[in-house]
């Protein structure tokens, strides 16, 4: 387990009342966190959401219009990026085409005048870092995307930054190269321990990959927390619905006891868990369920032990190998669309559309929050 609060001398990086104002852009709000020494971090967010401006600012190629950065516990605003031991990797690789993987890699050493002798090492075990011991001689237009990219990572750390900055490096890569290369990055970050920070829009990767996830909306944090927080206890709507599939029913809280919160949606009495500190008697909210704590039988079965049982008629039912996603119209709750997934291939394909079904959830996964 995380202690808490780290000392520190434990702490690379730490963001203080951050903002960015472009003209009348407010790209970054007044962005505050601190990442200990040799974690992983991902910034998540939908595009616009000012994650790369705020990886930017951490590179020092911008500087913050308000607050202030600080790395290894120094004040960094008037340190610019080459003063910064940070090593990057981005979409666009920069990798120089007509010199081979080695001189790829062996350039950052070159421009800090490391001997030759100790750069022929470090080259060679930072390409085996990247499994491209073997590749060194060829040229990187000779290299697949994914041995390109490893080409890059390596030039990235083999100056042994104290920082390495990922920006979207994995977005031109069809699917399942870029699951890969995730586990790569995961790996290789395990190895060195080197405290990282990745942006994507990507929430599967930011679940796959990291230590810790920040999600940005509008310019502002919403959540900073360990990816099985930020899924499992998203602190709003906005988080819940970014990260994972989650289906809301709109409604106003009728009652408050706890840690519980009863609403009532189109009539019906709800009961959910009160997941927000603003909620209050009365007032509108959302009660949000992810598709796979949904359960489907059919319109006279049984749905034992489940709090909340509605009926639904299927629209439609999508088969996509591992499970099928079903779109569940559901009367009761003022025909709101809900999306389900079956992981269970006893009963894929059970229902089609036009099937009259009956569907239930437990009220510790309703999560409630203000509107
Ligand atoms: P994406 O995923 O599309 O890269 P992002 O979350 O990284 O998006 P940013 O690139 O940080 O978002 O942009 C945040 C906001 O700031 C956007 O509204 C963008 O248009 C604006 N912005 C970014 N850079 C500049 C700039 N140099 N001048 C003016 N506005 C900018």
Redesign the pocket.
């Given at each position: 387990e995380q202690p808490a609060v780290e000392p520190h001398d434990r702490i690379a990086v730490s963001v203080k009342d951050v903002s960015m104002v472009?003209?009348n852009?407010h790209?970054v709000k007044s962005a505050s966190f601190d990442l200990p020494k040799g974690r992983f971090l991902t910034i998540l967010?939908p595009?616009?959401?000012?994650?790369?401006?705020l990886l930017r600012m951490i590179a020092g190629f911008d500087r913050p219009t308000g607050g202030e950065i600080f790395i290894n516990g120094q004040p960094v605003s008037a340190v610019p990026p080459h003063g910064r031991a940070i090593g990057m990797v981005f979409q666009k690789l920069a990798l120089f085409p007509h010199m081979t993987a080695a001189e790829n890699v062996a350039f950052p050493l070159k421009m800090r005048r490391h001997d030759a002798r100790r750069i022929l090492e470090k080259v060679e075990r930072y390409l085996d870092l990247v499994r491209l011991g073997g590749y060194g001689n060829r040229r990187i237009n000779e290299l697949s995307g994914g041995q390109q990219q490893r080409v890059a990572i390596a030039r990235a750390l083999v100056f042994e930054p104290d920082l390495l900055l990922l920006d979207e490096p994995l977005a031109a890569l069809d699917r399942k190269l870029r699951e890969e290369m995730q586990l790569e990055f995961r790996r290789i970050q395990k190895e060195l321990g080197v405290t990282t920070i990745n942006?994507t829009?990507d929430q599967r990767e930011a679940l796959v990959v990291s230590d810790e996830i920040i999600v940005?909306n509008g310019?502002s944090i919403q959540q900073k927390a360990r990816p099985v927080d930020a899924y499992r206890a998203p602190s709003n709507a906005f988080v819940a619905n970014f990260i994972g599939v989650t289906n809301f029913v709109e409604g106003r809280v009728v009652e408050l006891a706890g840690s519980r919160a009863t609403i009532e949606a189109n009539g019906l009495h709800l009961a959910g868990l009160a997941a927000d500190a603003t909620l209050a008697g009365g007032k509108p909210c959302a009660g949000a369920v992810r598709a796979e704590q949904i359960r489907v039988a059919p319109k006279d079965g049984h749905l034992d032990g489940l709090e909340t049982v509605v009926d639904g008629l299927v629209v439609d039912c999508i088969f996509e190998g591992e499970r099928v996603v079903y779109e569940i119209r559901v009367p009761q709750l003022g025909d709101v669309l809900m999306r389900v997934f079956d992981h269970d291939p006893e009963s894929h394909l059970q229902f089609g559309p036009g099937d009259a079904v009956r569907l239930g959830w437990n009220a510790r996964d309703m999560h409630v929050f203000a509107k």
């Open positions: 472009f003209g852009v790209a967010g595009s616009g959401s000012g994650k790369t401006t942006v829009h940005m310019g």
